[in-house]
């Protein structure tokens, strides 16, 4: 867990106040931010860094650097005064955000429901997706509809934990994702838990219970090559 990725511990938290720790051609590096960089399907954070003269920068897209555990926020526009150690306050489009949390949520309980290994997926503001390897073609769209609404609606509580990558290897079941591996040097796993539900390797942010979903539907099920199916979600309002 690194303290200055406000993200992980506190998915709700709209601003900050931090410094911009580094500045690069491609993005702004922070000492803290509530900005998730894209991985694992979820889009990066948009938003604003606002400086102390009143100025606001916009930030179109948030992305992991180069370097193990940096960050870059992605500028509309690079000022050509900003310096190191400046003082910037971060705020997040929070309803984009929001959505992606009750997004990605619901697709870790559309894992629980569906016995395959994860092949991809992505997660937009309005819909996500998950592919399944999956050869049987049999998946239903109302029964899947109906399944995950009745999860939502038990309001289980979502919550995370840290693991070692030794614990991590001792369980391999834990992991559903063939395409996306947790990431490893830090000696620590992140796992997310929907209680008495899904249990997985996870880095991206979650409400903190499955109620704040809202109503959701199985708008397709598309074939995908030989074995792949693509289950695709929708908010139902």
């Not at 609404?149 to 030794?166: F, Y």
Request: overall charge negative.
């Amino acid at each position: 867990m690194n303290s200055n990725r406000l993200f992980e511990t506190t998915p709700y938290l709209k601003a900050c106040e931090t410094r911009i720790l580094a500045i690069r051609p491609e993005g702004v590096e922070l000492e803290a931010t509530v900005f998730y960089p894209q991985g694992g399907g979820q889009p990066g954070d948009t938003g604003y860094l606002r400086l102390t003269d009143g100025r606001e920068l916009r930030v179109i897209d948030t992305r992991k650097g180069d370097s193990p555990g940096s960050l870059l926020h992605i500028l509309e526009s690079m000022p050509d005064d900003l310096e190191i150690s400046q003082a910037v306050t971060t705020e997040i489009d929070w309803e984009r955000r929001y959505s992606h949390m009750r997004m990605h949520t619901c697709l870790h309980l559309l894992c629980s429901l569906i016995d395959a290994p994860v092949t991809g997926g992505s997660i937009g503001s309005d819909r996500a997706r998950l592919d399944f390897d999956l050869p049987d073609a049999s998946l239903d769209k109302a029964t899947l509809t109906d399944a995950l609404n009745a999860l939502i609606q038990r309001d289980l509580p979502v919550g995370t934990r840290w693991i070692t990558e030794q614990a991590l290897d001792d369980q391999p079941e834990l992991v559903r994702t063939m395409s996306v591996r947790p990431p490893r040097g830090s000696g620590r796993i992140r796992l997310v838990e929907v209680e008495g539900v899904d249990l997985q390797p996870c880095g991206g942010t979650h409400v903190g219970r499955t109620g704040e979903i809202g109503r959701v539907m199985v708008s397709k099920i598309e074939k995908k090559g030989r074995q792949n199916r693509r289950v695709i979600v929708r908010f139902a309002e």
